[in-house]
């Protein structure tokens, strides 16, 4: 079974948690015993360093060790002495290697120190003459002595001789290590339960924002489109949401975009169907003679629905990119010219009266497809010999900035309002106040220029024109 992110989350936190906790724990006690041993041999050393003085003294007072040889009572105060962190009194092991024989040094040793690496201090030294014979010692133990020298103006005068071995700790150093071990591991489990808490809700605070996020995906597979998710950080967490609202905006303007795409083609298709519908009936009641008038009419409607499709055909490419381009260095001036003369009668029959600036002081030559270009110029040229009052004028202008070759196509009343200029180039969009579905089309045309216009790396803009109409401003890229 798959476990939640939150699960994950808290199981990632904590396991790293762990790792550092035991591995501060282990360092931490690492450090504690090498520090301790390290201060357990500092005083072994002081010890050792105290000894020597207290011989040298004692050497010195008595010109020689005869007084000090055979008097194991003296040697063994001598030994307690040294010690500067000693009780007291002696303890009763030690009092009892006193009354052993004056030869025996070191005696056997008492329980708890019978373990070799735990030998005390006292019963691991030994006290060797300038020769390194025996005063106080074992010599079958010679060979194990590590000798540290006793000078007496400036003369060795012997040597005292310390057997291998770890000396013990006190019984309160015991306690502390004991103690300090025990506040080792309720540190360590405090923070582990800490740990655990916090990687709980560290778990639950990341969590929980791609929980939302994996809701809404789910809600947006099934088609909720004004889902949104609240952004409460800066981080990546909250650039995911703002990223998933920005998708969730785009999917749903997308969405109402194919409504009004399909609503549009249904009504643009229903009408031209019902006048055929209509008309048809007509004809077959005997209502309506059937004349050369009539066949011409039904004739028109066909060509509408005809246009529609054809249109509806060509922006659905267009959108696709499946518009063939066979783009070549080619005059754009020349094309428009030779589609201008070609659509000239349209304008004559509605008086309408063209005036041509060609502002360019050279020829110019663009990439592009020459069809694709005559499809563009036909439709602006059909836009306003269609919508363009009667008697009106159209100014078409041709001039060069920087690198583009500009054309604007402006014509005269009617114009457009301000606010709806955004609007011209989306699909079926019509001005009804100076548009009609008889004379014009059906609201694809300057959508389909839109994109063939993209399609060449230009733009394409409507303004107000000069002469109180609409005008198209279009810049294409020149050829280097």
């Known amino acids: 079974m798959l476990k939640s992110i939150r699960v994950k989350l808290f199981l990632t936190f904590l396991v790293t948690t762990l790792l550092v906790v035991t591995g501060m724990y282990v360092f931490m006690r690492w450090s504690l015993d090498r520090g301790f041993s390290e201060f357990v041999e500092s005083r072994q050393q002081e010890q050792v360093t105290n000894l020597i003085e207290e011989l040298s003294e004692h050497y010195a007072i008595n010109q020689g060790w005869t007084g000090l040889a055979g008097n194991k009572q003296q040697w063994i105060e001598l030994l307690w002495q040294s010690n500067p962190h000693r009780h007291s009194r002696p303890p009763s092991w030690l009092k009892q290697a006193g009354k052993d024989a004056a030869d025996v040094w070191p005696p056997a040793l008492p329980e708890p120190h019978a373990n070799k690496r735990q030998v005390p201090f006292e019963l691991r030294a030994m006290l060797l003459n300038a020769d390194k014979s025996i005063i106080f010692g074992r010599q079958t133990a010679l060979s194990q002595l590590l000798l540290h020298p006793i000078r007496y103006q400036e003369q060795v005068v012997g040597f005292l001789g310390l ?15 004991e103690k300090q071990s025990k506040s080792f591991i309720w540190i360590a489990l405090l923070m582990v339960v800490l740990s655990a808490g916090l990687a709980l809700l560290l778990a639950y605070i990341v969590g929980r924002p791609l929980k939302r996020i994996t809701g809404a995906a789910k809600a947006l597979a099934v088609g909720c489109y004004d889902i949104r998710l609240p952004v409460e950080s800066g981080d990546e967490l909250g650039q995911l949401a703002r990223d998933f609202n ?57 060509m509408r629905l005809n ?78 010999a269609n919508y363009t009052d009667s008697g009106g004028r159209l100014a078409i202008s041709v001039f060069s900035e920087a690198d583009k070759l500009v054309l604007i196509f402006a014509d005269s009343e009617p114009g457009v309002p301000a606010q709806e200029m955004p609007k011209l180039f989306d699909r079926f969009y019509r001005v009804e106040s100076s548009r009609n579905r008889h004379l014009g089309g059906a609201g694809l045309g300057l959508a389909i220029c839109s994109n063939i216009v993209e399609a060449h790396n230009g733009t394409i803009q409507a303004q107000s024109s000069p002469l109180n109409g609409l005008a198209v401003r279009i810049e294409l890229p020149i050829s280097s």
């Open 307 to 384: 246009r529609l499709t054809e249109d509806l055909y060509q922006l659905s490419l267009s959108d696709q990119g499946a518009l063939s381009y066979r783009k070549a260095h080619v005059d754009p001036v020349a094309i428009l010219k030779d589609d201008l003369a070609a659509l000239k009668p349209e304008f004559d029959n509605k008086r309408i009266s063209i005036s041509w600036t060609d502002n360019l002081p050279n020829p110019v030559r663009i990439y592009a497809d020459p069809d694709r270009l005559s499809q563009l110029y036909r439709n602006l040229l059909n836009n306003s």
């Open 163 to 177: 057997l291998p071995g770890k000396a013990p700790n006190q019984l309160s150093e015991i306690r502390f290590m």
């Open 246 to 302: 920005e998708m969730a905006a785009a999917l749903e303007q997308s969405e109402q975009a194919r409504r009004r795409w399909v609503a549009d083609i249904s009504h643009e298709l229903r009408t031209p169907l019902a006048v055929l519908r209509g008309e048809l009936e007509a004809l077959q009641d005997g209502i309506r003679p059937l004349t050369a008038a009539a066949v011409d009419s039904l004739f028109g409607d066909v």
